[in-house]
């Protein structure tokens, strides 16, 4: 009977074994909520529609970015992860907010102020030729009313009506 024992406790150890080789390993987190995939996808716009926010967008297309997220953040994947591979994917356009927010701001208002400032200068550009001109045209008028008949004889007539 010793012959026999071992065998049957090598076949009920093989057997242990091969239960837990057929276990499935779990080395994922826990299934992430439709909130914790939303947190991420609000701040994400779609690539295909315009202006709309990813965690709002009914598309198809959403729905599987939306599903991506999700298994992204079951492998343990970062916000910042998730968002970078969107990103490489599709450009920082699917970003709700811009990547470097100081240019993002003050590259417009330097815009303007650069606008504003050439738009001055045109004005006084603008002005100091009329000015100069209007008194060399005054200093004409008075040198010529003599020298033009017409002139002189239009000039005598308005004198007469005053």
Known sequence: ???SRVISYILLLTLALAGFLALPVSAQGPTPTDDEVNRIAKQLY???CESTPLDVC????????????RTMLTDGKSEAEIKQYFVEQYGARVLAEPPN???AYLVPAAAILLGAFFLFRGF???MKPSTAKAGAADAEREV???QDP???RLEEEL???K
């Open 58 to 69: 009914p598309t198809e297309a959403c729905r599987q970015w939306r599903d991506l997220i």
């Open 101 to 103: 927010r100081l240019v």
């Open 144 to 146: 010529k009313p003599a």
């Open 150 to 152: 017409y002139v002189a």
């Open 46 to 48: 779609c690539p295909v």
């Open 1 to 3: 009977m010793g012959l």
């Open 159 to 161: 004198k007469k009506r």
């Open 124 to 126: 006084q550009m603008w």
